[in-house]
């Protein structure tokens, strides 16, 4: 994923618009990816966790969830430590790819829509202060889920 983290380094002819707030994110404020990045995100971490990705053995363990129901938006203890898992760049090093990881978790194991989790990841982030409560979705209806 390349694009811009910090708002001031938008420009008008940038696709990227929508800035959020997060006392998790570096400086306070994180451009949110384009709703297509943040699903392609989310097909790619599916197929690359999938039977269907010969030769590869990637486990769907988010490094990120420090729990059955909760997930960190930032660094993560131990996660330094390489092991195999969906890691977000934030979670060892950066200030990036929380955001990501929490869209994807919503895709993948909750099963919302991309427009239902590309809104909750966004909602649940602003109102984070650093870690997100993923009990309302661990056993969520496919009503729930649009």
């Known amino acids: 994923m390349v694009n811009p983290y910090y708002p001031d380094r938008l420009s008008p002819h940038m696709p990227w618009k929508q800035v959020i707030r997060g006392s998790w994110a570096h400086r306070g404020a994180y ?66 790819g929380s955001w990501l990881v929490l869209y994807a978790w919503l895709r993948l194991e909750a099963g919302l829509t991309p427009v239902r989790a590309y809104d909750t990841a966004t909602e649940l982030a602003m109102a984070s202060t650093g870690t997100v409560d993923l009990t309302p979705f661990m056993a969520a209806t496919p009503e729930e889920k649009r």
């Open 31 to 96: 451009v949110l990816p384009l709703p297509a990045q943040a699903e392609a995100t989310a097909l790619l971490l599916g197929w690359l966790t999938s039977a269907d990705a010969l030769g590869l053995k990637i486990p769907r363990r988010w490094v990120n969830q420090i729990a059955p129901n909760q997930l960190r938006l930032g660094r993560v203890a131990g996660a330094e430590a390489p092991s195999p898992g969906i890691y977000a760049h934030q979670t060892f090093a950066h200030a990036d």
